[in-house]
């Protein structure tokens, strides 16, 4: 018979902890999961398969109920000593405390994803009376069960209908988690199988490989915006260090990023994939399953016999959230509780996605008193780690622990915003003092006056003073690049280190678009630098050529003796570097990823580049633009009308790259 068939009061700490675990089973898993899933589907959706989906609520069950025991047995131990000092209460007593607490969880978890839904449907961004209110709800609905509590305490009719409800709910939860379980130790095993022995490299690539194998160094800067650099032409001297490694080096000037922001770029650039085939396109949600992990070019290398690490100063392309394998030694953006960190590294090696847990712990009472994951004390940790001075001091010392041959790729935060450059370098291009030039004002204009990145053209001559500070940023960075450059050089690491210096995005201060996302295409948005130094080369090259950053991947393989693999989208760029005239494949762009409320005109767009054309299209509302880049550079004149016969071939170009890929 089940312990909860009868009636009877709870008399025992066993009874009393049997109920807690059911009523908090049905707290959790019956009412907060599926209030979350419901407001994160679209997101989820966006970023993995229907399948994914179903695997990860089926971890999060699993895991809200092992939560759910946790709390049951912490709420019991608390009301222990209550069975000494009121031993005939004790069971009423653990029984009120349970029941006032679980009312109390499920009105505010109602109440705030209502707030959550109208901040979404709306796409409100700063909801100054949303915090005040829910604190308040908070306090009226506590005081309200404090006071039924205490009279539920002398009431026992209210006990037979709890205990049966509890009964109930026990019953289908205990059923759902059996079959979770189920459902997730089949993926583990699976996901081990198909791990297994994993290679790939074929065994004839392996021993086709150089037989001296030069150190690979990747440096990629954040938001590196290709014509506001002096390299490419900027009437301001923003990369004189830059210029000088450029004048021994092969420069490409139409370089392009595969996406407009970090995540599905860096993504691109270690993978030699494009957004719609690796998927990584969400800022979070979607992470590199099974296989996927090892299709890179850090994985690759290892297999070659190369010494890996990486530092990477972004807090939302992190490694081990996306979970890419490959790197020996990994410094990244860490969660800041020992408890996150554990539960993270658990929920990896089972290859599910700890950004869910991440989200609900950020979003819980606890965020900043427990897990210091509040956003400012989140953004205060990141600025203190991605200092880039301190980054490129990093990276030395790690550079110097890897054993050669190795590869190494650093990614640095600036010219990203804040755009706050050290003394030396902040009013050199825009000398007003009290504008612009404090973490407070930079915050002020990402979270206040343009959160969803859009501009009215009253605020253009503001914008033009805050490009300005991103020019400083620019020059600032390019300052800390070439202190780390002249390092490799008075050391000698250059004689036998290949270096690729390139960005993930561009940046807009242009057409009413602020920084950086959203389904913009734009020129400054996508064309970022691209500089490749071989060991020892003395004379520099400027390609014309249109390239990707997924033809970096690639590149560095041909350049060891080894061609790239079937799953690598991007091409080599040795013949073009040799001088050779190759047919010239289009180049893409794309979004996938619809960031819920950043952006009020929301669309997957992309973008393809073939000869001097660029057609850039959005999904959503099939509207495309065409432009002519070599003479319009601005992209100012859509020619999608006056030039029929190439935007017919552009779209079915466009077409024939779309078939079988999930874009809708």
Known sequence: ????????????????????????????????????????????????????????????VLFFTVFSMLIAM???FLCLPFRFLFKKLFSRIAFAVNVGCGIVFLSTNVFHYSIRWVEKIFHLTNIEWASPVESGFLIVVSLAVAIYCIFFLFKTSGYAKLLRFSSSSFKFTSVLTVLCLTVVVSHVAYAQFEHSDETILSERDKKNVSKDLPNIVIVTFDALRASEMSLYGFNLETTPNIDKLGASSYVFDNMYSACNW???????????????????????YSIFRGKDKDENIAFALKQLGYNTGTLVANNLFVPSKVQINGFDEVVEFDPPSSFLRAVQEIVQKLEFSTVWIYDLAKESPLADP?????????????????????????????????????????HVTPPHMPYLSEKEFLYKFLPEHGVLDSLKDFDEVNNVMFPQRRYSREFQSFVDKLELRYDEHVRFVDSLFGDFLDGLKADGLLDNTMLVVSADHGESFQRGVLMHGGPDLYQELIHVPLIVKMPGQTEGKRIKTA???????????????????????????????????????????????????????????????????KLICYISYDKCELYNIEEDSGETVNL????????????????????????S
């Open 1 to 60: 018979m089940h312990p909860f068939s009868t009636v009877r009061i709870p008399e025992t700490i066993w009874d009393v902890l049997r109920f807690a675990i059911a009523w908090w089973l049905f707290n959790f898993v019956l009412v907060l999961l599926p209030l979350d899933l419901l407001f994160r589907l679209q997101s989820l959706l966006d970023a993995g398969s229907a399948l994914q989906v179903g695997l990860d609520c089926a971890f999060m």
């Open 74 to 76: 912490a709420v019991t």
């Open 262 to 284: 970090t995540v599905p770029s860096l993504s691109s650039l270690l993978t030699g994939k494009y957004p719609f085939s690796h998927n990584v396109n969400g800022v979070g």
């Open 370 to 410: 427990v897990l210091g994951l509040s956003t400012k004390a989140t953004m205060e940790r990141f600025y203190e780690f991605s200092n880039a001075r301190v980054n490129f001091k990093m990276a030395r010392e790690i550079m110097d622990s890897l054993k050669p041959p190795f590869f190494f790729w650093i």
């Open 547 to 613: 390239v990707s950053n997924v033809d970096i991947a690639p590149t560095m393989l041909s350049i060891l003796g080894v061609p790239a693999p079937n799953w690598m989208e991007g091409q080599s760029l040795t013949g073009i570097m040799a001088g050779e005239i190759l047919p010239e494949k289009p180049k893409l762009a794309m979004n996938f990823s619809l960031m819920d409320s950043s952006f009020d005109f929301m669309s997957k767009s992309i973008a393809v580049i073939k000869d001097k054309y």
């Open 640 to 663: 999608v009308d006056k030039e029929k016969e190439i935007y017919a071939a552009m779209k079915g170009e466009l077409l024939r790259v779309l078939k079988d890929k999930p874009v």
